[in-house]
């Protein structure tokens, strides 16, 4: 069974510039998660779609955004990117029972 | 704010010795609770799910909560060197997928 698949694996982008990360969860799961992780903040909670609606929410600025799509893969967006925005960003996927299971990840840096 | 608090470490135990993780959390509602081990440079891979009081017990892994105290610990018995990597304990009240991760411990068992 596939895992938890995120595109593009790496990233470069400007400040200013907006980017658009890709996550595909596990078969049959139908919640998404992200997480940005940078070494000063730890792991932290952007948001979760469930049944393509937003279910939870953390505390990110607006300019992150996401979606997810009747086939439960998401895409999480980040606009006027800031330096401070260089992290790593996991997506999980869960059934309900809610063992989260990471991708890959992303990793962005801003110049 | 709900936290989740771990002692960063570097914990140092010898090859074959037992090694105890702890983290405590403020969420009185927290429901579930979880290790996760990140190996440097990777994604957390899930090692143990406890979500009732007392001992859970998986090969040389042993999850142990007490909700009374707000206490949730990780014991890894037989160290091996393989487990040197930071292990985030993080814990889910709410309704959906929502992780709240500790800091992490940063592992080192040494041959």
């Known amino acids: 069974k596939a895992g938890v698949t995120q595109t593009p694996r790496y990233l470069i982008k400007t400040r200013g510039q907006q980017v658009t990360l890709s996550c595909s969860p596990i078969?049959?799961?139908?919640?998404v998660s992200w997480y940005q992780q940078t070494p000063g903040q730890g792991l932290q909670f952007l948001f979760e779609?469930?049944?393509?609606?937003?279910?939870n929410k953390g505390n990110f600025p607006g300019r992150f955004s996401g979606r997810q799509f009747s086939n439960s893969r998401s895409e999480m967006n980040v606009s006027t990117l800031e330096l401070g925005d260089s992290a790593l960003y996991l997506c999980a996927s869960s059934r309900e029972g809610n063992i989260q299971y990471f991708g890959a990840g992303t990793r962005l840096s801003v110049l | 704010q709900k936290e989740v608090e771990q002692n960063s470490g570097p914990l140092s135990v010898p090859e074959g010795a037992i090694a105890s993780l702890n983290c405590t959390y403020s969420?009185?509602?927290?429901?579930?609770f979880f290790w996760y081990r990140q190996y440097s440079g990777k994604s957390p891979e899930l090692i143990m799910s406890?979500?009732?009081?007392g001992d859970k017990e998986d090969g040389r892994f042993t999850a142990q909560l007490n909700k009374a105290s707000q206490y949730v610990s990780l014991l890894i018995r037989d160290s091996q060197p393989s487990d040197s990597a930071t292990y985030l304990c993080a814990v889910n009240g709410n309704a959906g997928n929502m992780l709240t991760f500790g800091g992490g411990t940063r592992l080192m068992v040494k041959p």
């Open positions: 969420d009185r509602v927290s429901q579930s």
């Open positions: 779609y469930f049944s393509e609606t937003q279910r």
């Open positions: 078969s049959g799961h139908r919640s």
């Open positions: 406890i979500y009732s009081n």
